[in-house]
């Protein structure tokens, strides 16, 4: 699949004197997250009341932004079809890294209403990696915070490691998108 | 070599000054939405963040403009006066210096968005240039008044001739003038009636939609120090300058605030809304003043 040539396999591996440094910018990092929504199901309507006045979102340092190069989080509310997971796909790999994603509903864990339809993808999380699941259908805006909370608890701990997961097992990532998906051949006669 | 420690010191005291006020203006306009708001120091947060990201390259032109725009900024900043006496190159502050070297920032923002290849990166830089060329005209007539009744164009004989006649400001004396002033300050800062070419929801943040992580981090600082640069350069000419650093800062923070709240309860213009306005109603101001502060001598 073309789309994945923005990122590349090797090259994240850090060496100890980088440890330190990575533990200040985790800092700067989990105090200030921005998300770039992906609302394609029903979720969506929950993240207004938690960006506004009622549960104030900014509070934590974060904010809506419009563009995936900006953002640090990838939030996935509400079921995918093929199309949009692939539009998802890519939008994945052009944000810049650290990275996570946080799947927002019951339809990106296991389908939710929607897991015997023939034009849903039921798990996420073997096409692109999930950090935080924040379940129900739908979750209260107090859910949704909770969720964002125990985000910051794991870039603090080095459990939402999604992105490195991701470069460490991108066959298997890659095998599970071509399967799904089907290969895309782009002809780019301006190059050829 | 002193002069230039001095203008870099400049630079970096208005890049701590701006991010401080921005990061407290944030807090009261979540206070005017009824929210908590976030930290003080939120800006400090986001800008260490994304230069601790990795990004992308999309060329050389990409990465260079990026370079060229913060350069050419913390070169305009290091001319600014902060008050009548922290100059860092006595006699080389000229207003036009900065109307010049403002543009070798702006222009670097440009070619680096351009050189990026994404077709909002230019609507945004087509939208940015449209929208100087409509705050500049009615501005620089109001400015070249002040220079024609002051006979000065330092800066920093401009606030000394305003203090000495016993604090009478630019905008008080010339009314019609400062309301101009204050619109173009708005056009300059990318306020919301004027936010035409950034606006997020239309056109995906316009000139900074490819960046991401350092670059994005770089342009961050630039645009602090662009926004110090311009606020300060309209408490110089319209608000009299300052004698002490303390009041510099209160008339700063007082002319970011008010900018900042303005900007808060209205919506966003489209870009021929903005050159219409800009050319109607702050146009005809500026001349009027013009004439009637020139040839009829009436300042009050």
């Not at chain 1, 200040?24 to 029903?42: A, E, H, K, V």
């Not at chain 2, 990409?62 to 922290?86: E, K, Y």
């Not at chain 2, 600082?221 to 800062?249: N, R």
């Amino acid at each position: 699949m073309l789309s994945t040539k923005f990122t590349k396999k090797d090259d994240v591996v850090k060496t100890e004197t980088d440890r330190k440094w990575w533990e200040i910018g985790d800092y700067f990092r989990r105090n200030s997250l921005w998300m770039l929504m992906y609302c394609t199901g029903c979720c969506a309507i929950e993240l207004p009341p938690s960006m506004t006045a009622a549960y104030d979102m900014e509070r934590l340092g974060m904010g809506p932004m419009a563009t995936p190069r900006q953002a640090d989080i990838l939030l996935v509310s509400g079921y995918l079809s093929p199309k949009t997971l692939r539009r998802l796909i890519y939008t994945y790999e052009q944000m810049s890294e650290p990275r996570y994603v946080v799947a927002l509903g019951s339809c990106p864990i296991n389908g939710g209403i929607y897991h015997d339809s023939h034009v849903v993808i039921n798990k996420l999380n073997q096409y692109i990696p999930v950090d935080v699941y924040v379940g129900g259908c739908m979750p209260n805006p107090e859910s949704l915070l909770n969720g964002f909370v125990d985000l910051m608890q794991g870039i603090k701990n080095k459990t939402a490691m999604g992105w490195k997961r991701y470069h460490e097992h991108y066959d298997w990532y890659k095998a599970n998108q071509k399967h799904s998906l089907g290969e895309l051949i782009i002809h780019d006669e301006f190059h050829e | 070599m002193i002069g230039i420690l001095i203008g870099i010191g400049i630079a970096f005291f208005g890049f701590v000054l701006q991010t401080s006020i921005g990061g407290i203006n944030r807090k009261i306009v979540g206070r005017l939405q009824k929210r908590h708001g976030p930290r003080w120091y939120q800006e400090f947060i986001d800008i260490f963040k994304l230069l601790s990201k990795r990004s992308v390259c999309h060329g050389w032109i990409f990465d260079f403009g990026v370079i060229m725009a913060l350069g050419g900024i913390i070169a305009t900043a290091m001319f600014m006066p902060v008050t009548s006496s922290i100059v860092a190159f006595e006699n080389y502050d000229n207003f036009f210096i900065y109307v010049y070297l403002l543009a070798v920032g702006m222009l670097g923002m440009a070619m680096s968005a351009s050189g990026s290849g994404n077709p909002w990166a230019s609507i945004g830089v087509m939208r940015a240039l449209t929208t100087m060329l409509a705050y500049e005209v009615p501005f620089l007539i109001v400015a070249l008044t002040i220079l024609n009744l002051t006979d000065y164009s330092s800066l920093t004989d401009i606030m000394l001739y305003q203090q000495a006649a016993g604090n009478s400001w630019f905008l008080i004396a010339l009314p019609l003038g400062g309301i101009v002033g204050v619109l173009a300050l708005m056009g300059m800062l990318g306020k919301k009636p004027f936010e035409t070419y950034i606006a997020p929801a239309e056109i995906a943040s316009g000139p900074m939609v490819e960046y991401g992580g350092k670059q994005l981090g770089m342009l961050f600082i630039m645009h602090e120090i662009t926004v110090f640069i311009e606020v300060s350069l309209f408490v110089h000419l319209f608000l009299g300058g300052a004698s002490s650093i303390v009041e510099f800062l209160i008339k700063y923070f007082i002319v970011y605030t008010v900018v900042n709240l303005i900007s808060n309860v209205n919506g966003r213009f489209k870009i021929d809304q903005v050159v219409v306005f800009f050319y109607k109603w702050p146009l005809f101001m500026a001349v009027t003043q013009a004439i009637i502060a020139i040839y009829f001598g009436w300042v009050i």
